[in-house]
């Protein structure tokens, strides 16, 4: 699929990103929500407790498309600096930068003008100075050696085609002793052919999720120790059911066996240090 699926990654995301607004919650891997398995809910309490989003205007809680809370496994410390891949509306760059504080430093990181647009007015409407948007590829990180303490994603890994090139710029911008602390999607069985070329379900999160020893084994290639992979919510036939009706994008229509699929991916946690 190559190029066409990061431009299908980019339209479908830049969409989402015009339609996001203050009074409603824009929706990513289901119709309805967020990537996570609860995604009948409207708001964001099922992915971060209050205490993470106390002081984020509405516009930044309404743009998130996470399947979890990365910052619950990051244990961010005041002064640290962080990088965020594929940081979208930004919200969790927002929670970053009140732990970091002011002696801190959080980067966004991601390649749709529109969503970098979206994450510049949130951060406007906040006030903040401790963070900054930065345009580019994961696979191709924009930053010098060693330049973070900590590496945050959500739900992003699983869209980029090199995951070994993702995974390998972000070894090479931690800085030594530093640690990632990402949410993705995994797979926890086979995923079809028809799957893996469904470009619906590549925007979706699905089609492009590792099975926890491949991304273990990856992450270990590229330098990472100490690695834990946990499964938190596993994604039922339901689930993808709406993420498959949700993409709706034009002249694409595999016929994707959604029943086959009931409980073959999982939101999870991902830990590893450098
Ligand atoms: C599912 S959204 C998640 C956004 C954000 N992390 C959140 O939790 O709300 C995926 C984001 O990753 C960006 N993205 C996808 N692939 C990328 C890549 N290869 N390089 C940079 N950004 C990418 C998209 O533009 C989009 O904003």
Redesign the pocket.
Known sequence: MGEEV?EK??EY??S??KRANGSSKIS??SPSSC?SSSCSVSDNSMIYSHEYLKGLPAEAVN?????ANPLSIANLKAGEKVL?????????VFIASKYVGQKGYVYG????DE?LSLANRNKKKMGITNVEFIK????DIPLPDETVDVIL????IN??ESKEK?LSEAYRVLKTGGRLAI?DIVALKEISEDVKKSAEMWVG?IAGALPINEYKSILSKVGFKNIEISPVNVYTKDVIENIKKGKNIKGIDLNVDISSLDGTFAGAYIRAAK
């Not at 990181?109 to 749709?112: F, N, R, S």
């Not at 580019?136 to 696979?139: A, C, N, S």
């Open positions: 990061k990654v980019k995301y830049g989402i990103a990513c891997c990537c743009a998130s498309l996470g399947c965020d891949l594929g940081s979208g509306g930004g919200i969790d990181l991601d390649m749709t969503m580019g590829y994961i696979e994603s959500n739900c992003v869209l980029c993702a949410a999160c």
